[in-house]
């Protein structure tokens, strides 16, 4: 009996310990600065929509993240998004899954399916008791991640649920048939897991062929899918990119001077119904460590909404633009040389005649940080603005 009482000791002082491991202690005072200065990326609007900043896909401490809900909400509020989704683990909390498993109780399974049983909505509860409690004007999406072992079925999130514990099935098509039938979105997540191929196995081309894919992630991370850009164009999927954090943004992002991965949304308004829409018109450009990727007509569209090009000179050889950048994106310019546009400022660029009809040329430009097609960067032509 004694050693029984040891056994459980150990068991409730490993239990404390992993839980004191499992959150950063970072966590803590990222809680206590919620009222910091956010950072915000200025965006145009582009054909009359706003560009909303939304992470589709991040992980708190009820499955294997390390920061809780309130502090995921707050780190995207100070990372300047407009839009987050909290997608834990539908089938593993693995902090409490690895403890458990060096328990050789003979009901050890009863305690680790009890301990392991977590409710999605609740954790979305918490997430907006934050929102709340800071008056952050964001949108939360109800999400989860369906996270089969197998490499053939993968990851996908399931989004923009009314019930995120409804939602699951052990059969995963099942569970995306049951995510549609909320009005959910399922997005395919980090499409070349383990596998170092992002063609589809037999279980997407069944799930795809059933038209229950409406998106896919072109960017997990920091990791760039170039061919499910062209799968996504074919298919008519939208394309997304998210962090999918599991630690903090700041380590991976803020320390090298970057915004975080995140899914630009041409939407009407910071709606439930809106930002949806907007996803399933595939209106959204995914944005990582500088680039941005997307269909080409809204590559096009944003270009020109983020520069204002005026033409300030003209000689008999030459014309010379004042390109101007509003945004907060870097946008690498090629036209015989680079020109890097900071955000924010302008450049005189003096563009000659054509050679062979000896027509003034256009102010048209390779964009080097923007992909619209299997490693292929547009080529846009600015609208000289009056
Ligand atoms: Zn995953
Ligand atoms: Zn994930």
Same mark, same amino acid.
Request: with cysteine; net charge negative.
């Given at each position: 009996?004694?050693?029984?009482?040891?056994?459980?000791?150990?068991?409730?002082?490993?239990?404390?310990?992993?839980?004191?491991?499992?959150?950063?202690?970072?966590?803590?005072?990222?809680a206590k600065?919620?009222?910091?200065?956010?950072?915000?990326?200025?965006?145009?609007?582009?054909?009359?929509?706003?560009?909303?900043?939304?992470?589709?896909?991040?992980?708190?401490?009820?499955?294997?993240?390390r920061?809780?809900?309130?502090?995921?909400?707050?780190?995207?509020?100070?990372?300047?998004?407009?839009?987050? &989704?909290?997608?834990?683990?539908?089938?593993?909390?693995?902090?409490?899954?690895?403890?458990?498993?060096t328990?050789?109780?003979?009901?050890?399974?009863?305690?680790?399916?009890?301990?392991?049983?977590?409710?999605?909505?609740?954790?979305?509860?918490?997430?907006?008791?934050?929102?709340?409690?800071?008056?952050?004007?964001?949108?939360?999406?109800?999400?989860?991640?369906i996270?089969?072992?197998?490499?053939?079925?993968?990851?996908?999130?399931?989004?923009?649920?009314?019930?995120?514990? &409804? @939602?699951?099935?052990?059969?995963? &098509?099942?569970?995306?048939?049951? @995510?549609? &039938?909320?009005?959910?979105?399922?997005?395919?997540?980090?499409? @070349?897991?383990?596998?170092?191929?992002?063609?589809k196995?037999?279980?997407?081309?069944?799930?795809?062929?059933?038209?229950?894919?409406?998106g896919?992630?072109?960017?997990?991370?920091?990791?760039?899918y170039?061919?499910?850009?062209?799968?996504?164009?074919?298919?008519?999927?939208?394309?997304?990119?998210?962090?999918?954090?599991?630690?903090?943004?700041?380590?991976?992002?803020?320390?090298?001077?970057?915004?975080r991965?995140?899914?630009?949304?041409?939407?009407?308004?910071?709606?439930?119904?809106?930002?949806?829409?907007?996803i399933?018109?595939?209106?959204?450009? @995914?944005?990582?460590?500088?680039?941005?990727?997307g269909?080409?007509?809204?590559?096009?569209?944003?270009?020109?909404?983020?520069?204002?090009? *005026?033409?300030?000179?003209?000689?008999?050889?030459?014309?010379?633009?004042?390109?101007?950048?509003?945004?907060?994106?870097?946008?690498?310019?090629?036209?015989?040389?680079?020109?890097?546009?900071?955000?924010?400022?302008?450049?005189?660029?003096s563009?000659? *005649?054509?050679?062979?009809?000896?027509?003034?040329?256009?102010?048209?430009f390779?964009?080097?940080?923007?992909?619209?097609?299997?490693?292929?960067?547009?080529?846009?032509?600015?609208?000289?603005?009056?």
């Open positions: 009996m004694k050693r029984l009482f040891l056994t459980l000791a150990l068991v409730v002082l490993s239990i404390s310990t992993i839980t004191a491991q499992k959150q950063v202690p970072h966590a803590t005072s990222l600065q919620a009222k910091a200065n956010r950072t915000e990326i200025v965006l145009p609007q582009v054909k009359g929509y706003n560009c909303y900043k939304g992470d589709f896909h991040v992980h708190t401490t009820y499955s294997d993240g920061l809780n809900p309130a502090a995921r909400v707050i780190e995207a509020w100070l990372d300047g998004l407009d839009i987050v &989704a909290i997608t834990d683990h539908y089938e593993h909390h693995s902090g409490v899954r690895n403890m458990l498993k328990i050789s109780m003979k009901d050890s399974t009863v305690i680790h399916y009890r301990m392991a049983k977590v409710s999605h909505n609740k954790i979305h509860e918490e997430a907006v008791a934050q929102l709340k409690k800071s008056g952050f004007p964001m949108l939360l999406v109800k999400g989860g991640e996270t089969r072992k197998p490499e053939d079925v993968g990851h996908f999130n399931l989004l923009f649920l009314s019930d995120i514990d &409804a @939602a699951f099935d052990e059969d995963p &098509a099942e569970a995306f048939r049951k @995510a549609k &039938a909320q009005g959910g979105i399922v997005m395919h997540n980090h499409p @070349a897991w383990r596998r170092n191929t992002s063609d196995t037999e279980f997407h081309e069944q799930v795809y062929g059933e038209g229950l894919v409406d896919v992630e072109v960017v997990n991370g920091t990791t760039f170039p061919h499910i850009v062209n799968r996504c164009i074919d298919e008519k999927l939208a394309m997304f990119a998210n962090t999918d954090e599991h630690y903090l943004t700041e380590q991976r992002y803020g320390a090298v001077g970057r915004f991965t995140m899914t630009i949304v041409l939407a009407n308004e910071l709606t439930e119904e809106s930002v949806k829409e907007a399933l018109n595939r209106r959204t450009i @995914a944005y990582s460590g500088g680039s941005l990727v269909e080409e007509m809204w590559l096009n569209e944003f270009l020109n909404a983020a520069v204002d090009c *005026r033409l300030t000179q003209v000689s008999e050889d030459s014309r010379m633009f004042r390109l101007t950048n509003n945004s907060s994106i870097t946008l690498t310019l090629i036209k015989n040389r680079p020109y890097i546009l900071e955000p924010f400022k302008s450049l005189l660029i563009i000659g *005649r054509d050679k062979n009809s000896g027509e003034y040329q256009t102010p048209t390779v964009v080097e940080n923007m992909w619209h097609a299997n490693y292929q960067h547009p080529k846009i032509e600015l609208t000289i603005d009056e």
